[in-house]
């Protein structure tokens, strides 16, 4: 048995431990256990409860956008990608590109957010593996009012789809990709999307989450020699406090 003397000796330990990680402890609280908490008690999964689609104005992109924000700062955490990382939005603006490639719609906020700074004639293929998350995804990219022509939501995981977006869904190839989905399956993906030759020559491909989940992703972004490849230092979603990186790859081609 472990003598009182011993324990308090580790209290100053354990209290630093608390402090320096606080903020995952509450990423943990929030985003895992009240999450699986209010799953049970209410039979159905947070991406699925109603608030955003009761609340959201019809047709205002930014409304829809604005209700997701609300709701996973007040209520529940939710894994899409954010208000504070708003790079995508102003890359959008400047490369103003016709086909855009989304890897993990997830619940539809990043959809959103890619498919309101699209420029006219443009389109947005959006990849979602979880048929569940791809209902959502559906409900929430329509209310904020686009249709398929402008957003065609795909089902299935990535590494089915990618090799069938050209022949299916008449994907030539992507000027933009956004991989915001499995951070395992991010160089996977990339190298798959180079062998079917669906990067066109100067892409941008963002990647989320890349600072800790992505570690051989990034290895291999920065010496291949296809790429141009810069880390922007952000924030988790949701989470100021937690530290995150978006990558921005620019394809320079095989060489």
Sequence with gaps: ?????????????LVTLLIRYRHYLALLYRAVLLGWLRDRLTGVPREQRAYL???AVP????????TFDQWCYRREH??????????????LYERAPLRVLELGAYCGYGTVLLAQGLPPGARLYAVEGDPRHAAVAEKVIRLAGFDEQRVELIVGPSEEVIPRLREKHGLPKADFVFMDHGKRCYLRDLRLLETHQLLAEGATVLADNVLFPAPHFLQYAKTCGKYRCKVHRASLEYFRAIPDGIAELRYAGNG
Excluded: N, T, Y
């Design 1 to 13: 048995m472990v003598s009182p003397a011993i324990a308090l000796a580790f209290l100053p330990f």
């Design 53 to 55: 689609l009761a609340h």
């Design 59 to 66: 047709g205002d992109p930014r409304h829809v956008l604005q």
């Design 78 to 91: 939710l894994s899409s990608v954010g208000p504070l990382k708003g790079r995508s939005e102003r890359l």
